[in-house]
């Protein structure tokens, strides 16, 4: 079942400009995870945030974790025309294997 | 680097038909996973399975089966094909204690059912 909700669901901004995407979900988890998803092709993990973390960095992302409010931020500092994608944030819980996905946020960067 | 192929980037078939997805990985993983993407939807998981002919259902299983002969080839079967099928289908696979590592994804399969 779905569990995470991205906000916005699209969002435009210029090249240079920094990209905030939030995720909110519903029930415990184990870990968050951030996709993304360049058009008609698979997903690409970014990043991933343990439960018992509240920020990750990986090269211009960074991730922010608050499980009190159960929600999660990636922030994507000077974007550029190539990051323009959907983004989606997908939690694991602590039993079961699958992955839960919000329906993303679509991102477009232009130069 | 890990790659998952689907076997087919487009697909065209008629209601009614029998439809097999293959998906192959080459990481020797245990999980492997069948999603399908629809608009305004997002991702929904089909089946996955842990194991060589272990399988779980997912979110929506209705209509489709899977099959896992091999460790490292996963098939999603459509046993009649009907138009609200038509979708992105999506494979992914990870290792089995996998809870703090990614999923790989293919690059998935858009299927038409005419």
């Known amino acids: 079942s779905q569990q995470g909700e991205e906000d916005p669901q699209a969002l435009s901004i210029q090249e240079g400009e920094n990209a905030t995407m939030n995720c909110s979900y519903k029930?415990?988890?184990?870990?968050l995870q951030w996709y993304r998803q360049n058009s008609g092709r698979g997903l690409v993990h970014l990043i991933l945030?343990?439960?018992?973390?509240r920020e990750k960095h990986s090269g211009r992302l960074r991730v922010t974790l608050d499980t009190s409010k159960k929600s999660s931020s990636l922030l994507i500092t000077a974007s550029r025309a190539a990051d323009t994608a959907s983004y989606f944030c997908?939690?694991?819980?602590?039993?079961?294997?699958?992955?839960?996905f919000g329906k993303g946020t679509s991102l477009l960067v232009t130069p | 680097d890990v790659k998952v192929t689907q076997s087919s980037r487009y697909l065209v078939k008629r209601t009614g038909e029998k439809v097999f997805l293959e998906c192959v990985q080459d990481?020797?993983?245990?999980?492997m996973f069948w999603y399908r993407q629809d608009p305004g939807l997002g991702l929904r998981l089909i089946y996955f399975?842990?194991?060589?002919?272990?399988?779980e259902k997912g979110d929506i299983p209705e209509g489709y089966s899977v099959s896992r002969e091999k460790k490292e080839r996963f098939s999603l079967i459509l046993e009649s094909a009907s138009t609200n099928q038509t979708s992105m289908y999506l494979c992914?696979?990870?290792?089995?204690?996998?809870?703090?590592?990614?999923?790989?994804f293919g690059d998935g399969t858009r299927l038409s059912i005419l």
């Open positions: 992914a696979s990870s290792f089995a204690e996998a809870r703090n590592q990614p999923q790989h």
């Open positions: 399975s842990y194991d060589v002919k272990m399988k």
């Open positions: 029930t415990s988890i184990n870990n």
């Open positions: 997908a939690t694991r819980s602590n039993s079961g294997y699958a992955l839960n």
């Open positions: 945030i343990r439960s018992n973390e």
């Open positions: 990481m020797d993983h245990e999980n």
